[in-house]
Nanobody, 120 residues
Framework: QVQLVESGGGLVQPGGSLRLSCAASGSIFSIYAMGWYRQAPGKQREVVAVITSGGPTNYADSVKGRFTISGDNAKNMVYLQMNNLQPEDTAVYYC??????????????WGQGTQVTVSS
């Protein structure tokens, strides 16, 4: 089994910054991709940023230039640096990893989510 735990959410004023972290633990052989998604009230979950093994990253247009995703495969962690936060960034942020476990097939795993609220 693989578990993901996010941290770093909270309340911030518009224009502020937050850094989210996600740690994976369990029977991990390798991690193929790491990503952050978010879900605002009444909306569907959407991708924010993804980083694949080897370094390529992709960002949603709405966060380009403001958010930065980074990963540390040695520590099984992924981070999301969020700058110039705006009220429309308010959502529950979820970590996701595509993991090859020690035994069995690769699978996608989700964290429990962390709330980010941007408000004055």
């Amino acid at each position: 089994q693989v578990q993901l735990v996010e941290s770093g959410g909270g309340l911030v004023q518009p224009g502020g910054s937050l850094r989210l972290s996600c740690a994976a633990s369990g029977s991990i052989f390798s991690i193929y991709a790491m990503g952050w998604y978010r879900q605002a009230p009444g909306k569907q979950r959407e991708v924010v940023a993804v980083i694949t093994s080897g370094g390529p990253t992709n960002y949603a247009d709405s966060v380009k230039g403001r958010f930065t995703i980074s990963g540390d495969n040695a520590k099984n962690m992924v981070y999301l640096q969020m700058n110039n936060l705006q009220p429309e960034d308010t959502a529950v942020y979820y970590c996701n990893m595509l993991v090859r476990p020690l035994s069995g097939f690769p699978n996608s795993y989700w964290g429990q989510g962390t709330q980010v609220t941007v408000s004055s």
